[in-house]
């Protein structure tokens, strides 16, 4: 008989695994949760068998909910149907539908999409669940990228990786959509179901329900704010840990601007497509029905409805809707109606440095020019204002002024070249996200909530975006950039260097520890104490011991400015 195979005909096998389903409510005192994670698990839609990794056991492409297509498409997460034969995928299942033109939309991509991949150890369990959530700009991204969570995985703990609709298809919210008062969020919705399906059903992989920890870095932190502030969202996590997170807490929009924007953009793909002859568009644009949106064909959403919303990003997020946030993010935590849980909350050194970066990769690349000696493709200086007067914009801030006195060329280095790019990185970094991030600890902190903050300051981080053929081609440095955080917390390639290896070995054993203990300081050795967050002079600097290693900052604030430059423009 094949290893750990039931005796039981398949069709019994389902019965008895609907009947334990069925009566745990009613005798869960006599109820033995499974102590490790078996190579097949018995979960409430059916069996699921494991891929057996070095040190850990995965578990891909689980539904939790059905796949959001034709009449399920832009409504609320169903329950997925039930299956007789054990799934035995050997990956994680296709993206989310990717709308946006980012260099790092996955290939591959669908609607039917709402699976997650659980991690577990292999050990004895019950063990600790940490939940990720994907950055990606709430547009691209998806569960495959983080795939291998071992250095995670083996401190002990479970990592489940959860996919959501994203852009068009997670967000719109046109008028003819409303249901019970509301529309759009659907991708926040699909995270709630997916927390939903974790307290259902991860006791079954030896994980323990009641100490779960939602985490994600960029849009995925993001989403972690979001739950902090939804009411759907209570009781489903215990913990949250935030990265790169605090950019969007104000930048909501209500009910009724969503609807105009994505009524507008409806009828821009809607347009476009009917003009380049696409058939099987069954309305007109301004005559937008439900029944229209959830028939457009493929092409239409592909291509003319992603065009429409890639000149719209911004709106392409978490809205006001009434029903998963009644108010926005910022007005819940002021109003102290957010979830209150421990939090670990940070952002890193350069964040915005990615994004200097891609707009010069994509500069050069028309060209096909990748000498990094050729500083012509960097931010020329007359670049520069333009810039930060389009970040800025209805901030009300006088760009000149905030440049001459906080932010002048001539304080980024002595190369002419490169100034005007690390000058930019450096500003739209302590704007949108190292202040935002420390009104984010202060507020938490004055709540009463245990809190913990930190700052990724790796400057010798392997970047994502420049690199081609083992060569980096840009001509400026991106250091800690948005999401080089990441490859210290999964495997994500060879981090090159011992000290880089020593820095995953330190994030990795703050991250479980907190996911353990709720305390970051508690369970397995740490290089140095992280202070509970009381201040701005109480943040930990991860970085490898060339950089000055892992230790306490006390000038955060000064370092980016949050008071001087930034005090009245920065609030949460």
């Not at 760009?399 to 002419?416: E, K, M, R, W």
């Not at 703050?510 to 943040?539: I, L, Q, R």
């Not at 600097?541 to 008071?563: I, R």
């Amino acid at each position: 008989m094949e290893k750990n195979a039931s005796p039981y005909p398949q069709r019994m096998k389902f019965l008895l695994a609907s009947g334990v389903v069925l009566l745990l409510g009613a005798c869960s005192d006599n109820y033995s949760p499974p102590t490790s994670a078996t190579d097949v698990v018995e979960t409430a839609g059916g069996q699921v068998r494991a891929v057996d990794r070095l040190g850990m056991r995965s578990y891909f492409a689980i539904p939790f909910a059905a796949p959001p297509v034709g009449n399920l498409r832009w409504m609320p997460p169903a329950a997925p149907a039930k299956w007789s034969t054990a799934l035995a995928a050997t990956k994680s299942a296709a993206p989310c539908l990717q709308t946006s033109a980012s260099p790092f939309r996955l290939a591959g991509d669908s609607e039917d999409c709402l699976y997650l991949d659980v991690h577990a150890p292999t050990g004895t369990g019950p063990f600790p669940v940490m939940v990720n959530l994907h950055g990606g700009a709430f547009n691209t991204g998806g569960t495959s990228v983080y795939a291998d969570p071992s250095p995670l995985v083996t401190k002990g703990v479970i990592v489940v990786n959860v996919a959501y609709r994203l852009g068009a298809m997670g967000f719109l919210a046109h008028p003819a959509l409303v249901q019970d008062g509301a529309a759009g969020n659907y991708g926040i919705m699909d995270q709630q179901a997916a927390l939903r399906w974790v307290q259902d059903n991860i006791v079954q992989f030896a994980g323990d329900k009641n100490n779960v920890t939602v985490f994600g870095e960029s849009a995925g932190g993001f989403s972690v704010m979001t739950h902090l502030a939804s009411p759907g969202s209570k009781g489903l996590f215990n913990k949250a840990m935030i990265q790169s997170g605090n950019y969007g807490n104000d930048r909501q929009l209500s009910a009724a601007q969503m609807g105009a924007a994505s009524a507008a953009i409806a009828d821009t793909a809607i347009t476009a497509a009917k003009t380049a002859g696409v058939g099987g568009i069954n309305c007109e644009a301004g005559a937008v029905t439900a029944a229209c949106l959830r028939s457009l064909p493929d092409p239409v959403i592909r291509t003319y409805l992603a065009n429409a919303i890639s000149t719209a990003l911004p709106i392409m997020v978490p809205s006001v809707d009434g029903k998963v946030l009644t108010k926005s993010v910022k007005a819940t935590f002021a109003a102290g109606e957010n979830i209150k849980v421990p939090l670990v909350n940070g952002t890193n050194e350069n964040e915005y440095a990615l994004y200097i970066a891609i707009n010069e990769a994509g500069r050069r690349a028309a060209a096909s020019n990748f000498d990094p000696a050729n500083t012509s493709f960097s931010l020329p200086a007359a670049g520069y204002a333009p810039t930060i007067a389009g970040l800025t914009a209805g901030t009300g801030i006088n760009v000149n002024d905030i440049i001459a006195n906080f932010y002048p060329l001539a304080n980024y280095g002595s190369n002419p070249a490169t100034q005007p790019s690390l000058a930019a990185s450096s500003l739209a970094t302590d704007l949108g996200f190292s202040c935002p991030a420390l009104r984010t600890s202060q507020r938490i902190a004055a709540q009463g909530s245990p809190v913990w903050m930190y700052e990724f300051r790796d400057q010798t981080a392997l970047p994502t975006v420049g690199v081609a053929n083992g060569q980096y081609y840009l001509s400026f440095p991106q250091g800690a950039a948005h999401s080089y955080d990441l490859q210290y917390l999964y495997n994500l390639g060879d981090l090159g260097n011992a000290e880089r290896r020593e820095l995953q070995t330190a994030m990795t054993r703050y991250w479980t520890n907190f996911a353990k203990t709720g305390n970051p300081n508690g369970g397995g050795t740490v290089p140095a104490e992280w202070p509970a967050f009381t201040g701005p002079d109480k943040v930990l600097g991860l970085d490898v011991a060339s950089g000055g290693g892992v230790k306490a900052l006390s000038t955060f604030d000064a370092d980016h400015q949050c008071t001087t430059a930034w005090g009245r423009i920065v609030t949460f």
